[in-house]
């Protein structure tokens, strides 16, 4: 169990890992250095100053525009950084301070991170997953050496299952979301089975959702599946062992 200390410092450090998720999600897909220039106003170019770049305060206490030249700032911002925060807070609580953060904290900013490129860029960039892909392996060496077989066969079972998917259902998703599948898959081990039953429930519900509101016009829109594994893979790292357990106590 947590201390409500560590649970404070891992919200706080997560606001912080948020502010510069924002700055990949905004310059990655666009092939853009993440470590300069500083922070600009998209609208006047003026670089914003630290006491104007506090994760979510600064927005609110700004009413969501420019200091300098009054322009809207996207409420995406103050929203990556909160939900960062909330995650990495949610994580510590439930899992506990200890040497698994190393592994599961890049996690969840990276499902954050590539949620939000799909959504804005329809992409699921390689230059996040891999190296996070590569972490994995390192990291379960170095944290616990007896998971990582589980961890690789649970990665290359969701690479392939996802890539069975997409080959059947080819404008559903992209080989970005297979990718994805496969790195979710060497974090979670098994949990990465109700996470990926998570990502294609909700992923069904909200198609549903458009056919019933835009009728035969909403299957020609291409919805990015990135968020709901992203959303899947949440739900796996804080409760995948506990829905395994409870599928098996009930129907094993």
């Given at each position: 169990m947590a201390a409500a200390s560590e649970i404070v410092f891992a919200v706080l450090l997560g606001l912080l890992?948020?502010?510069?998720?924002?700055?990949?999600?905004?310059?990655?897909?666009?092939?853009?250095?993440?470590?300069r220039p500083r922070s600009r106003c998209v609208g006047c170019?003026?670089?914003?100053?630290?006491?104007?770049?506090?994760?979510?305060?600064?927005?609110i206490v700004l009413r969501g525009r420019c200091r300098h030249c009054g322009a809207a700032v996207s409420a995406r911002y103050p929203a990556i950084e909160a939900l960062t925060g909330v995650v990495f807070g949610a994580v510590v609580a439930v899992g506990g301070?200890?040497?698994?953060?190393?592994l599961e904290l890049p996690f969840a900013a990276m499902l954050i991170a590539v949620a939000a490129i799909d959504l804005e860029h329809r992409i699921v960039p390689n230059k996040i997953l891999l190296p996070l892909a590569i972490?994995?392996?390192?990291?379960?060496?170095?944290?616990?050496?007896?998971?990582?077989?589980?961890?690789?066969a649970s990665g290359a079972g969701a690479f392939a299952?996802?890539?069975?998917?997409?080959?059947?259902?080819?404008?559903?998703?992209g080989m970005g979301d297979v990718k994805l599948a496969g790195v979710m898959g060497l974090y979670l081990g098994l949990a990465v089975v109700p996470a990926m039953l998570v990502a294609?429930?909700?992923?069904?519900?909200?198609?549903?959702?458009?056919?019933?509101?835009?009728?035969?016009?909403?299957?020609k829109k291409g919805v990015p599946?990135?968020?709901?594994?992203?959303?899947?893979?949440?739900?796996?790292?804080?409760?995948?062992?506990?829905?395994?357990?409870?599928?098996?106590?009930?129907?094993?």
């Open positions: 890992v948020g502010s510069f998720l924002n700055v990949v999600v905004h310059r990655l897909p666009l092939g853009e250095s993440l470590a170019g003026t670089q914003i100053a630290a006491y104007d770049n506090v994760p979510v305060l600064s927005w301070f200890d040497d698994t953060l190393l972490w994995a392996v390192a990291g379960w060496a170095l944290v616990d050496l007896e998971f990582l077989p589980e961890a690789a299952f996802l890539l069975l998917a997409a080959l059947a259902y080819p404008s559903g998703m294609f429930l909700a992923g069904s519900i909200v198609g549903v959702a458009m056919i019933a509101r835009e009728g035969a016009t909403a299957r599946f990135a968020p709901f594994l992203a959303l899947g893979g949440l739900v796996g790292l804080l409760a995948g062992d506990e829905l395994i357990s409870l599928y098996a106590d009930r129907f094993l």
